[in-house]
């Protein structure tokens, strides 16, 4: 049986980031239609540093995913079942797992 893969216990115990609202969408809008810039004079300071928040934490979030498919693979793990556990694609996980193209 594959050995347990080890939990980082501070990530889990930091909180997810709020998701963004996004204003004003229309449920005819087409999911394909690029959301539209907000105007001007609705961004302020705050609305500025949520957003830098946010992106901060997704990208403290991703800096562990590789070392956490390679963690995976080592155990066992196929590249298609860690896809399928981590919701990414077979490419983004053979490219973690430091895989060249053809």
């Not at 556990?85 to 060249?100: D, E, I, K, Q, Y």
């Amino acid at each position: 049986m594959p050995e347990a893969i080890p939990v980082d216990k501070e990530l889990l115990e930091t909180p997810a980031p709020a998701l963004l609202k996004q204003g004003n969408s229309s449920s005819t809008r087409k999911s394909n239609q690029a959301l539209q810039p907000t105007s001007p004079e609705r961004k302020t300071p705050d609305m500025v540093k949520d957003h830098e928040a946010e992106l901060m934490a997704y990208r403290r979030c991703m800096e562990s995913r590789d070392e956490l498919i390679r963690k995976a693979k080592a155990a066992g793990l196929t590249e298609v079942r860690i896809a399928q556990l981590t919701g990414h694609s077979r490419n983004t996980v053979r490219a973690a797992l430091g895989h060249r193209g053809k």
